[in-house]
């Protein structure tokens, strides 16, 4: 069945235990389709998760388990689009995920160690991007990515030490501020970008700044700087 609520979050937990999800599919208008806070999530059978408009599209804190939906469009409310604060959890998402406003696409901190596989589309128009804060999981993203604006960018701060890796053909960043297009300070991560197609335009900022003993790789054809 699907839940889709509009103006309400699907599924709201507070130290909530054990919460599987079996057989469920998520079309959440102005409203959040997962918004938890300490606890362990399992899924069976999963469908589409899509959510918009909302706080988040996303919200897992201090939660451990598996999430693996098949796909649906997550667009950003009043903060990150999809925020994974600390936990273990693993997601996997295939489905497209934009950010409009003045806030992260994707936010990952407080030392989270799961595996979070986002193979569909990221695309922000605004906002700062992809932000890594203490963040010591590993992150896959196979999917084109176009992120444009004032403070737009790929961070990765704070102590992180997990793999980042941008596998997708098409990635660019067009930064018209001053910061970086992709900055890595203070952390130790392994920062991958593979099979070419890398693009990144800054104005006032470096394309590339890394300090604190990270591994950077970018490899393929027509990359440019």
């Known amino acids: 069945f699907t839940l889709s609520p ?6 709201t937990g507070t130290g909530f235990g054990t919460l599987t999800l079996d057989g469920i599919s998520f079309n959440v208008t102005t409203g959040a389709a997962l ?38 469009a997550l667009s950003g409310g009043t903060t990150a689009t999809v925020s994974i604060i600390g936990g273990s959890v693993d997601l996997t998402h295939p489905g497209n995920i934009t950010q ?55 961070d990765v701060v704070n102590g992180s030490g997990g793999t980042v890796t941008f596998s997708g053909t098409a990635k660019s960043i067009t930064n018209s501020g001053t910061g970086a297009g992709v ?32 591994t950077i790789v970018v490899t393929g054809s027509n990359n440019t700087i």
């Open 183 to 214: 900055a890595v300070a203070a952390s130790t991560s392994a920062l991958s970008f593979t099979n070419g197609g890398l693009a990144i335009t800054t104005g006032a900022g470096a394309g590339f700044s890394a300090s604190g003993g990270p």
């Open 100 to 154: 409009a406003g003045n806030l992260p696409l994707l936010s990952v901190s407080g030392g989270h160690t799961g595996d979070l596989v986002l193979n569909g589309t990221l695309n922000a128009t605004s906002g700062t991007g992809l932000q890594f804060d203490n963040a010591d999981g590993t992150y896959a993203f196979a999917g084109s990515v176009t992120m444009t604006g004032a403070d737009v960018g790929i």
């Open 35 to 72: 918004s938890l806070t300490t606890g362990t999530l399992t899924t069976s059978n999963m469908g589409s998760l899509a959510a918009s408009g909302g706080t988040h599209a996303i919200l897992l804190n201090g939660v451990a388990g598996a999430l693996t939906t098949t796909g649906g």
């Open 6 to 11: 509009t103006g309400a979050n699907a599924i």
